[in-house]
Protein backbone atom coordinates (compact mmCIF):
# COMPACT_ATOMS: atom_id res chain seq x y z
CA UNK A 1 0.00 0.00 0.00
CA UNK A 2 0.98 3.76 -0.05
CA UNK A 3 0.53 4.57 3.34
CA UNK A 4 3.08 3.67 6.38
CA UNK A 5 3.03 0.15 7.45
CA UNK A 6 3.83 -1.12 11.02
CA UNK A 7 4.53 -4.72 11.72
CA UNK A 8 3.16 -6.51 13.52
CA UNK A 9 -0.53 -4.97 14.49
CA UNK A 10 0.10 -6.67 17.82
CA UNK A 11 2.48 -8.34 20.12
CA UNK A 12 1.88 -9.79 23.61
CA UNK A 13 5.64 -10.66 25.10
CA UNK A 14 6.66 -11.59 28.49
CA UNK A 15 8.15 -9.33 30.88
CA UNK A 16 12.38 -9.30 30.26
CA UNK A 17 11.66 -10.37 26.78
CA UNK A 18 13.51 -8.72 24.07
CA UNK A 19 11.10 -7.34 21.31
CA UNK A 20 11.38 -5.29 17.65
CA UNK A 21 8.79 -3.50 15.99
CA UNK A 22 9.30 -3.06 12.53
CA UNK A 23 8.05 0.48 10.21
CA UNK A 24 8.19 0.79 7.01
CA UNK A 25 7.48 4.31 6.05
CA UNK A 26 6.39 5.44 2.47
CA UNK A 27 8.61 5.47 -0.53
CA UNK A 28 11.08 8.40 -0.76
CA UNK A 29 10.20 10.06 2.76
CA UNK A 30 13.87 11.02 4.19
CA UNK A 31 11.83 11.71 7.76
CA UNK A 32 11.04 9.23 10.21
CA UNK A 33 9.45 9.29 14.03
CA UNK A 34 9.05 6.88 16.23
CA UNK A 35 6.05 7.73 18.83
CA UNK A 36 4.62 5.75 22.43
CA UNK A 37 1.03 6.25 23.04
CA UNK A 38 0.04 5.03 26.21
CA UNK A 39 -3.92 4.46 26.69
CA UNK A 40 -5.89 7.26 27.27
CA UNK A 41 -3.06 9.78 26.29
CA UNK A 42 -1.71 11.63 23.76
CA UNK A 43 1.25 10.28 21.69
CA UNK A 44 4.60 10.80 22.97
CA UNK A 45 7.46 11.49 20.86
CA UNK A 46 10.39 9.02 20.73
CA UNK A 47 13.47 9.61 18.07
CA UNK A 48 13.75 10.93 14.85
CA UNK A 49 15.81 10.06 11.89
CA UNK A 50 16.59 11.93 9.16
CA UNK A 51 17.68 9.55 6.04
CA UNK A 52 19.88 6.78 8.05
CA UNK A 53 21.08 8.91 11.04
CA UNK A 54 19.07 9.79 14.31
CA UNK A 55 18.16 13.29 14.23
CA UNK A 56 17.31 13.53 17.52
CA UNK A 57 16.91 10.64 19.96
CA UNK A 58 15.77 12.75 23.54
CA UNK A 59 12.81 11.09 23.80
CA UNK A 60 13.82 7.38 24.39
CA UNK A 61 12.71 6.71 27.87
CA UNK A 62 15.97 4.11 28.91
CA UNK A 63 18.88 2.63 26.92
CA UNK A 64 16.66 -0.52 26.71
CA UNK A 65 15.63 1.34 23.93
CA UNK A 66 17.69 1.89 20.26
CA UNK A 67 16.20 2.46 17.28
CA UNK A 68 18.26 1.93 13.88
CA UNK A 69 17.24 2.70 10.14
CA UNK A 70 20.03 1.39 8.34
CA UNK A 71 18.92 2.02 4.63
CA UNK A 72 16.90 5.39 5.19
CA UNK A 73 14.08 3.43 4.71
CA UNK A 74 12.55 0.77 6.94
CA UNK A 75 12.98 1.33 10.48
CA UNK A 76 13.25 -0.75 14.10
CA UNK A 77 12.55 -0.46 17.07
CA UNK A 78 14.28 -2.48 19.53
CA UNK A 79 13.18 -2.90 23.45
CA UNK A 80 15.35 -4.91 25.32
CA UNK A 81 14.58 -6.73 29.32
CA UNK A 82 10.58 -5.40 28.59
CA UNK A 83 8.86 -4.70 31.42
CA UNK A 84 5.58 -4.18 31.94
CA UNK A 85 5.23 -0.48 31.73
CA UNK A 86 6.29 -0.80 27.89
CA UNK A 87 2.97 -1.57 27.31
CA UNK A 88 1.95 1.13 24.85
CA UNK A 89 1.21 1.47 21.49
CA UNK A 90 4.27 2.27 19.04
CA UNK A 91 3.39 4.73 16.17
CA UNK A 92 5.53 5.32 13.15
CA UNK A 93 5.44 8.65 11.02
CA UNK A 94 6.95 9.88 7.95
CA UNK A 95 7.28 12.69 6.00
CA UNK A 96 9.01 13.71 2.38
CA UNK A 97 11.55 16.25 3.98
CA UNK A 98 11.15 16.31 7.89
CA UNK A 99 9.64 20.29 7.70
CA UNK A 100 6.69 21.32 8.93
CA UNK A 101 7.02 23.96 6.50
CA UNK A 102 5.98 21.99 3.19
CA UNK A 103 5.51 18.51 4.27
CA UNK A 104 2.63 16.51 6.03
CA UNK A 105 3.41 13.58 8.45
CA UNK A 106 1.78 10.41 7.94
CA UNK A 107 1.04 7.51 10.92
CA UNK A 108 1.02 3.93 10.58
CA UNK A 109 -2.08 1.87 12.45
CA UNK A 110 0.55 1.24 15.37
CA UNK A 111 2.20 -1.35 16.99
CA UNK A 112 0.22 -2.57 20.26
CA UNK A 113 2.71 -4.19 22.57
CA UNK A 114 1.58 -6.06 25.73
CA UNK A 115 3.94 -7.22 28.23
CA UNK A 116 2.83 -9.60 30.56
CA UNK B 1 10.16 21.20 26.55
CA UNK B 2 6.89 21.85 25.34
CA UNK B 3 3.96 21.40 27.42
CA UNK B 4 0.60 20.86 25.37
CA UNK B 5 -2.95 20.97 27.74
CA UNK B 6 -6.07 20.35 26.09
CA UNK B 7 -9.65 20.73 27.26
CA UNK B 8 -12.10 18.70 27.58
CA UNK B 9 -11.14 15.59 28.10
CA UNK B 10 -14.77 14.31 26.02
CA UNK B 11 -17.07 16.16 24.56
CA UNK B 12 -20.65 14.82 23.49
CA UNK B 13 -22.68 16.83 21.41
CA UNK B 14 -26.46 16.39 19.25
CA UNK B 15 -25.62 16.10 15.66
CA UNK B 16 -25.81 18.94 13.65
CA UNK B 17 -24.65 21.11 16.85
CA UNK B 18 -21.19 22.65 16.86
CA UNK B 19 -17.75 21.27 18.74
CA UNK B 20 -15.13 23.08 19.75
CA UNK B 21 -12.12 21.74 21.83
CA UNK B 22 -9.12 24.30 23.74
CA UNK B 23 -5.62 23.87 23.98
CA UNK B 24 -2.81 25.91 25.60
CA UNK B 25 0.98 25.41 24.99
CA UNK B 26 4.07 26.24 26.91
CA UNK B 27 7.05 27.09 24.72
CA UNK B 28 6.77 30.40 23.32
CA UNK B 29 8.91 28.87 20.16
CA UNK B 30 6.39 26.73 18.88
CA UNK B 31 5.03 27.94 15.35
CA UNK B 32 3.13 24.63 13.99
CA UNK B 33 0.22 23.58 15.88
CA UNK B 34 -1.63 20.61 13.81
CA UNK B 35 -5.10 18.47 14.85
CA UNK B 36 -5.03 14.74 14.32
CA UNK B 37 -8.57 12.98 14.73
CA UNK B 38 -7.80 9.21 15.82
CA UNK B 39 -9.84 6.53 15.36
CA UNK B 40 -10.20 3.41 17.66
CA UNK B 41 -7.40 0.67 15.99
CA UNK B 42 -6.05 3.56 13.56
CA UNK B 43 -3.14 5.79 13.95
CA UNK B 44 -3.70 10.23 14.04
CA UNK B 45 -4.55 11.56 10.68
CA UNK B 46 -3.95 15.40 10.28
CA UNK B 47 -7.13 17.31 9.98
CA UNK B 48 -6.31 21.10 9.79
CA UNK B 49 -3.17 22.50 10.87
CA UNK B 50 -1.77 26.01 11.24
CA UNK B 51 1.30 28.00 11.96
CA UNK B 52 2.22 30.82 13.73
CA UNK B 53 1.76 33.65 11.20
CA UNK B 54 -2.06 33.09 10.88
CA UNK B 55 -4.56 33.29 13.22
CA UNK B 56 -7.50 31.41 11.62
CA UNK B 57 -8.09 28.62 9.42
CA UNK B 58 -10.95 26.97 8.08
CA UNK B 59 -11.61 23.91 5.88
CA UNK B 60 -15.24 23.34 5.38
CA UNK B 61 -16.75 22.24 8.95
CA UNK B 62 -13.67 22.76 10.73
CA UNK B 63 -11.74 25.97 11.52
CA UNK B 64 -8.79 26.25 13.88
CA UNK B 65 -7.81 29.75 15.93
CA UNK B 66 -4.56 30.81 17.18
CA UNK B 67 -3.89 33.58 19.86
CA UNK B 68 0.01 33.37 19.99
CA UNK B 69 0.04 35.88 22.77
CA UNK B 70 -2.24 34.02 25.21
CA UNK B 71 -0.25 30.58 23.78
CA UNK B 72 -3.90 28.56 23.31
CA UNK B 73 -5.74 27.43 19.95
CA UNK B 74 -8.92 25.73 19.56
CA UNK B 75 -10.41 23.35 17.02
CA UNK B 76 -14.00 24.02 15.68
CA UNK B 77 -16.14 21.86 13.80
CA UNK B 78 -19.61 22.81 12.98
CA UNK B 79 -22.51 21.30 11.89
CA UNK B 80 -21.39 17.93 13.33
CA UNK B 81 -21.82 14.12 11.71
CA UNK B 82 -21.80 11.17 13.11
CA UNK B 83 -18.95 10.06 11.05
CA UNK B 84 -17.14 12.98 13.55
CA UNK B 85 -16.83 10.94 16.44
CA UNK B 86 -13.34 10.07 17.02
CA UNK B 87 -10.67 11.02 19.41
CA UNK B 88 -9.16 14.56 18.26
CA UNK B 89 -5.84 15.66 20.06
CA UNK B 90 -3.73 18.89 19.48
CA UNK B 91 0.13 19.24 19.10
CA UNK B 92 2.87 21.89 18.63
CA UNK B 93 6.05 22.23 17.47
CA UNK B 94 8.65 24.24 18.00
CA UNK B 95 11.35 23.17 15.71
CA UNK B 96 10.14 23.33 12.51
CA UNK B 97 10.04 19.36 12.31
CA UNK B 98 7.49 16.50 13.66
CA UNK B 99 8.80 16.20 16.70
CA UNK B 100 5.27 16.94 18.33
CA UNK B 101 4.03 18.05 21.83
CA UNK B 102 0.48 16.20 21.87
CA UNK B 103 -2.41 17.00 24.07
CA UNK B 104 -3.96 14.17 25.85
CA UNK B 105 -6.81 13.83 23.82
CA UNK B 106 -10.76 14.75 23.17
CA UNK B 107 -13.00 12.13 22.86
CA UNK B 108 -15.77 13.40 20.93
CA UNK B 109 -19.24 11.57 20.68
CA UNK B 110 -21.70 13.07 18.35
CA UNK B 111 -25.74 11.82 18.87
CA UNK B 112 -27.55 10.89 16.20
Known amino acids: GAGVSQTPSNKVTEKGKYVELRCDPISGHTALYWYRQSLGQGPEFLIYFQGTGAADDSGLPNDRFFAVRPEGSVSTLKIQRTERGDSAVYLCASSLTGSTGNTEAFFGQGTRLTVV | ?112
Do not use: M
Not at chain 2, 24 to 49: H, M, R, V
Open chain 2, 1 to 112: GENVEQHPSTLSVQEGDSAVIKCTYSDSASNYFPWYKQELGKGPQLIIDIRSNVGEKKDQRIAVTLNKTAKHFSLHITETQPEDSAVYFCAASPSDDYKLSFGAGTTVTVRA
